[in-house]
């Protein structure tokens, strides 16, 4: 009490403007060394290797092919934007995404799925096959559209349709295996023989050599993909695949002026239902708090998303090169970032009801994965919040 008092007294002898100063400085030390503990715990993706963007698939003769190229639309868009910018131009107006060569492309990043893939990938085949298939004959089902357009016919909000008229139908499924130990690539790749036909080559199977997690996988496949539009699934088919028409739908629906649209799967009407009454309640308890935590962190059209993390996701491709070039997150809070960004770029969210099981063999661990979950959000946030993270 007494040292209190000393050093109360001491303060009081200071003159006013030097204490004001001292004060000063210290506060901006603070935000100083605070900034920077934020910039060395922020992560920075590491680039890929050129091994990571190639892909194999099954040839004509039912062959595992020799290493391809992936087609890229990241490095042409950024080609274009870096052209315009040494012009003067950093308004990014007037670069367009390369037109689309097929309707859907389906991302299922996979680390050491080779028990659970096989029957995703039965499920999400047969489905992309029957709505949006090699024949380009009409079909309105489900949101599909698999009948050749004029490349000047508007869609129905009034916006003109970039994508090529082959870009009405077709479809292709990359599989990017996240640095995974066991036979994962091979199963890929023996289900891909067994399609047979045309089919078979529409599945291409990227290898990352080392783990980068969940979130790194899905992003680096979406800066290869080829579709009108994207979406990625989890590879333990625990999403009703055949939901994806309404997802199709939704994001038309919402789509703005320049055909921007992202439409997220939500399994926030399952709440109260037996598939999460029978989770054990920590599950449960952890997974309200951190919808809760969002929430408080999160700018206020994410923070309305009732399920952000949903492995269910479909994006336009016109809205992929406002989102994809500036991720950084690459473990579980990734698909906060992906909606956090759309709303920074003033794209249309839709959130879509889908069906969803639980299944076994999850790689969750539910109180040290929540926690990664909730530090990882925290530095995300301050990251975008304080320039760590910039557009620019």
Request: aromatic residues 8%.
């Amino acid at each position: 009490m007494d040292c209190f008092r000393q050093t109360l007294n001491a303060a009081q002898t200071v003159p006013l403007p030097l204490l004001a100063l001292m004060i000063g400085s210290t506060f901006v030390g603070i935000c100083v060394l605070s900034y920077l503990i934020l910039f060395i715990v922020a992560p920075i993706p590491r680039p890929p290797t050129s091994i990571e963007k190639t892909f194999r698939c099954i040839d004509s003769e039912g062959k595992t092919s020799s290493v391809q190229d992936l087609p890229c639309w990241y490095k042409v868009y950024n080609a274009s934007k870096q052209a315009a910018q040494q012009k003067g131009d950093f308004s990014n107006r007037g670069i367009a995404i390369e037109e689309a060569e097929v309707f859907m492309s389906l991302v299922v990043p996979a680390y050491n799925e080779e028990d659970r893939l096989g029957i995703m990938l039965t499920e999400a085949v047969e489905y992309l096959e029957q709505e949006y298939g090699t024949s380009p004959t009409i079909s309105s089902a489900n949101g599909t559209t698999k009948a050749r357009m004029n490349g000047n016919s508007k869609g129905s909000n009034g916006h003109a349709l970039h994508a090529s008229a082959k870009a009405d139908w077709g479809w292709e499924v990359l599989i990017v295996s996240d640095g995974s130990t066991d036979k994962t690539i091979q199963t890929a790749l023996d289900f891909a023989k067994k399609l047979g036909s045309k089919s078979s080559r529409s599945i291409r199977v990227v290898s990352l050599h080392e783990n980068r997690g969940k979130g790194g996988a899905v992003t680096h496949g979406l800066r290869h993909v080829r579709g009108k539009y994207a979406v990625f699934a989890d590879a333990d088919g625990a999403s009703r695949f055949t939901d994806l028409g309404k997802l199709v739908s939704a994001c038309k629906e919402i789509e703005d002026s320049e055909g921007r649209g992202v439409a997220v799967g939500s399994r926030a009407h399952l709440v109260g239902s037996e598939a999460v009454i029978t989770r054990s309640f920590l599950r449960n308890f952890l997974m309200h708090s951190f919808h809760i935590f969002l929430r408080l962190l999160t700018p206020p059209a994410t923070a309305a998303i009732r399920d952000t993390q949903c492995g269910f996701k479909l994006f336009s491709r016109e809205s992929l090169p406002h989102i994809i070039p500036y991720m950084h997150a690459e473990g579980w809070v990734f698909d906060v970032e992906m909606l956090m960004l759309a709303e920074s770029a003033g794209i249309p969210v839709a959130e879509v009801p889908v069906g969803w099981k639980e299944v076994t063999g999850s790689k969750l661990n539910v109180i040290w994965d929540s926690l990664g979950m909730a530090w990882s959000l925290v530095v995300l946030r301050a990251a975008w919040a304080f320039g760590v993270y910039r557009k620019s």
